[in-house]
């Protein structure tokens, strides 16, 4: 269990009138570490919480 980015593509500002009510799961692997979600030119961007991830049992158990 681990994650690896492909690609950074930079940051991104968003407006709070742009966040979603219901968080966006593109992939149920990674639902648990989506804390929200925003919308933008019909495209979705997840928000990833790095800190969930490292808090996470399966990550920290993973073989070096």
Known sequence: FGLL???V???RNFEASARMKKT???NE???PFIVAGFESGGD???VFSLERLALDVRFN???A
């Open 5 to 7: 980015v492909g690609d």
């Open 9 to 11: 593509i930079g940051i």
């Open 24 to 26: 966006p799961i593109l």
């Open 29 to 31: 692997a990674f639902g």
């Open 44 to 46: 979705l961007f997840p």
């Open 61 to 63: 158990q993973t073989p």
